[in-house]
């Protein structure tokens, strides 16, 4: 009896070891090394360059301040009249902020969950369960950060702002879902949810989802918070000048994303071997290794992003450091295509279209989530830069 409750204790030993095997283990934890080392090198001597350039640019200001040349005003201090003017479309960047947000809180829980041991192998099923229920209890997150965003930025049809972050993630993720099961459906496959599981979600959605956004919107429209900006913004905008190809959002956004992916991609391939193949995850340490990297990149290539484009005189910042920011989910989508053709036994319309419509909700919640990280590394950049000099 003692030695059947034993083996049930440990019962996911065996596949914690079939997958984690000692020069499986070796490769994973080298590979992963290597590329933090290379990202970290890679990162700290852009932090170096950066952070002599604007020592040499405050030294610089503090000089013409001090002898009180009438000198034109250069750099980013140049448009120091115009970097907080609110930008375009700020409902539209209110709401992707509050749902980047509550997708960083969701993916933040799960990894506590996963690293107290909560999931184990082949029961999916909790890993789902409890997507949905933390997706539902965190959404007054997202609907407080959106409302008061919103709010600070002097918008006034705060409503309207809570509705689009309620759809913003969850309309995407609902029409995909309702087109991948009716395809299940039509196959007779067991992927496909019954009426009764359908039923519970969007109960859940109604019951909880809702009324906690709109709590939540409530709770941020009444916070009263000021937008804080240490520059005055002038009634009239600086036109911004004409920049070179390579300053463009595409080109930027290609630079910003690439090496917050680069340090991601060797993970990238045992979670798709375990998601869409019969592979075995088990190691949660190293994924949370991973993703704090992977804020950390992200939020400093955007910022550094953001600096270039200041320096250049352009004071259209706000949706750039989002763009960029978010840019590594397109990068994820574009090796999905990669990992489909060359490392996946995938056929077929369903197998197709269950990959593709499924990788693009998620790297579209990874967009909105760094996104979201790169936006706010950036706005508290901007605003330390700035209260460091004297502005008139």
């Not at 949905?132 to 918008?155: M, P």
């Amino acid at each position: 009896m003692e030695r059947n409750r034993n083996t049930f204790e440990n019962r996911m030993e065996k596949y914690s070891q079939s997958s984690s095997l000692p020069h499986h283990l070796e490769i994973h934890w080298f590979s992963i090394i290597n590329s933090c080392v290379t990202v970290l090198l890679l990162t700290g001597f852009l932090a170096t360059i950066l952070m002599r350039v604007l020592k040499n640019d405050f030294v610089k200001y503090a000089h013409d301040e001090e002898s009180g040349d009438d000198q034109e005003e250069t750099g980013w201090k140049y448009v120091h009249g115009d970097v907080f003017r609110f930008p375009k479309n700020k409902s539209l960047l209110a709401a992707c902020l509050g749902s980047g947000t509550q997708l960083f809180v969701l993916t933040t829980f799960v990894f506590l969950l996963a690293l107290v041991g909560v999931f184990y192998p082949y029961n999916r099923g909790a890993l789902f369960t409890a997507l949905v229920v933390i997706y539902a209890l965190t959404s007054g997150i997202a609907g407080y950060t959106a409302t008061s965003f919103y709010c600070q930025l002097e918008g006034k049809n705060w409503v309207r702002n809570l509705l689009l972050t309620g759809f913003l993630f969850c309309g995407p993720l609902f029409f995909t879902f309702g087109f991948l099961n009716t395809v299940a459906i039509a196959y007779n496959a067991t992927a496909a949810l019954p009426f009764g599981t359908i039923l519970i979600i969007v109960l859940i959605w109604a019951l909880v989802t809702s009324p906690l956004l709109v709590l939540g919107g409530i709770a941020g429209k009444n916070s009263k918070a000021e937008f804080q900006a240490p520059c005055r913004t002038t009634k009239y905008p600086r036109e911004v000048p004409q920049l070179p190809w390579f300053r463009g959002t595409i080109p930027q956004m290609t630079m910003a994303g690439f090496l917050p992916f680069s340090a991601i991609y060797i993970e990238l391939y045992y979670i798709f071997a375990s998601v869409w193949g019969h592979r075995i995850y088990t190691i949660y340490s190293i994924l949370f290794v991973v993703f704090i990297m992977l804020l950390t990149v992200t939020a400093f290539i955007t910022v550094a992003m953001t600096y270039f484009q200041l320096a250049a005189e352009d004071h259209e910042w706000w949706w750039r450091a989002f763009i960029c920011g978010g840019s590594t989910g397109l990068f994820i989508y574009v090796y999905c295509f990669y990992y489909y053709h060359a490392r996946s036994d995938m056929t077929g319309f369903m197998q197709t279209s269950f990959f593709f419509g499924y990788m693009a909700c998620i790297c579209y919640g990874f967009f909105l989530m760094l996104g979201t990280v790169g936006f706010r590394a950036s706005l508290l950049f901007v605003r330390h830069i700035y209260r460091s000099i004297k502005c008139e």
